[in-house]
């Protein structure tokens, strides 16, 4: 049972590119969310998306950033025109439905990925 | 704004000793706290929750909470050099959205052999 996949681990850009960064949910879970951790900090909550759906994403730059996770294929983040401040790790996570019942037993519901690498020159 | 604080470390301590990692948080509503471990350039893993008042304990870990005081802390008994990475604490946003959660600055663990 394969874990959250997400590509690419390391990606370069230069200032005023596009990045796009994949997620891949584990099976049979619905629920996607993106993190991302600047460097010496902690994990910062970006979006929280279902199928077809972006449910909050209160924690996502106003501008420049996007989110999609569509019926088929993986969720994407994308960043236009990145900056040097947008280097960064990004993680991609995922929950099965019914995550209020879970938390409050204190069980994983999350699980996260690897990790991509964002790194603008 | 809710708000989980931690102190950055590093925080240094001998082979086979305890460690004691500490968080704070200021929504008296938090219902469930988790701690994850994160080594350089990996990816969080969970590795204890915590949702009543008093301790949990799983192998060489336990975590403790106390409501009234707004902390939680996790100790590391019989510390290993294999536990040296940053501890985050997390809590949800909202008590029962267990995705979105709110992490801590982590604190750094260092065991010296």
């Known amino acids: 049972n394969a874990g959250v996949m997400q590509n690419p681990r390391h990606l370069v850009r230069r200032r005023g590119q596009e990045a796009r960064l994949r997620c891949s949910p584990m099976k049979g879970h619905s629920h996607v969310y993106w993190y991302r951790q600047l460097p010496e900090e902690g994990l910062k909550f970006m979006v929280y998306l279902q199928k077809e759906n972006i449910i909050d994403e209160s924690g996502m730059p106003k501008e420049r950033f996007s989110a999609e996770f569509p019926k088929e294929g993986p969720s994407i983040l994308r960043i236009q025109q990145v900056v040097r401040g947008d280097s960064a790790a990004y993680f991609c996570a995922s929950s099965p439905s019914g995550q209020g019942k879970l938390i409050n037993s204190g069980a994983n519901v999350l699980t996260f990925g690897a990790g991509s690498r964002l790194t603008v020159l | 704004q809710k708000e989980v604080e931690q102190n950055s470390g590093p925080l240094s301590v001998p082979e086979g000793a305890i460690a004691s990692l500490n968080c704070t948080y200021s929504?008296?509503?938090?219902?469930?706290f988790f701690w994850y471990r994160q080594y350089s350039g990996k990816s969080p893993e969970l590795i204890m929750s915590?949702?009543?008042?008093g301790d949990k304990e799983d192998g060489r870990f336990t975590a403790q909470l106390n409501k009234a005081s707004q902390y939680v802390s996790l100790l590391i008994r019989d510390s290993q050099p294999s536990d040296s990475a940053t501890y985050l604490c997390a809590s949800p946003f909202i008590y029962n959205q267990g995705g979105k959660l709110i992490f801590g600055q982590g604190t750094e663990l260092s065991v010296k052999p």
């Open positions: 929504d008296r509503v938090s219902q469930s």
């Open positions: 915590i949702y009543s008042n």
